[in-house]
């Protein structure tokens, strides 16, 4: 089930075009700078985007300038986990493991995962109740199992579904942004 969903809504996305990815990403990134948790939080965890995922490159950018502690995760592909690393300035990054942008290995400035007070991730599909289904890989799942600090996912609107399957491993997100709106996941 979670397969079907995962390539059904990952042929959608891949149908956008890069004019409407950008234009919904700078919808998404107003929203997240707006928002409370943002604007109060020191340290915060972005993914860097690839593809046709929200894209996260202004926003981290943006984040760097206004002086935010900017932290982006490094693969670990042998032990399926993600490394902390802060970042300073965007010519820090190079293509990584599955061909995302992460710190080049002279950058890298490892951190604990407790000096992070914001995460934004990825996803490919949330329900409203803020499960997501990523790309089945599981390096999430456990960098967030324990942790007690808001998650925000970044989405485009069609990537909301009413429910999706939850395994006992899975962790809900707090806040789902869409170019059209601010889903509080806990007020479902």
């Given at each position: 089930m979670k397969n079907k969903v995962r390539k059904?809504?990952?042929?959608?996305r891949k149908n956008l075009s890069k004019a409407d990815v950008l234009e919904k990403?700078?919808?998404i990134k107003n929203?997240?700078?707006?928002?409370?948790e943002f604007k109060q939080a020191s340290n915060i965890l972005f993914y860097v985007s690839y593809g046709s995922e929200v894209c996260t490159h202004e926003m981290i950018k943006?984040?760097?300038s206004k002086n935010k502690g900017v932290f982006v995760p490094v693969t670990n592909k042998k032990n399926k986990t993600l490394i902390l690393s802060k970042l300073e300035k965007w010519d820090e990054l190079c293509i990584g493991a599955?061909?995302?942008l992460e710190p080049k290995k002279e950058m890298i400035?490892?951190?604990s995962f407790d000096e992070i007070?914001?995460?934004i991730i990825p996803g490919i599909v949330f329900d409203l109740k803020g499960n997501?289904?990523?790309h089945g890989k599981g390096f999430y799942d456990r960098l967030l199992k324990n942790t007690k600090v808001s998650i925000i996912a970044l989405a485009f609107e069609f990537q909301i579904i009413g429910k999706i399957p939850v395994d006992k491993h899975d962790k809900p997100v707090d806040i789902i942004i869409t170019e059209k709106r601010i889903i509080y996941c806990k007020d479902q």
């Open positions: 059904n809504l990952l042929l959608l990403s700078d919808k929203r997240l700078f707006r928002l409370k943006e984040a760097l599955y061909n995302i400035k490892e951190i007070d914001l995460i997501r289904i990523g």
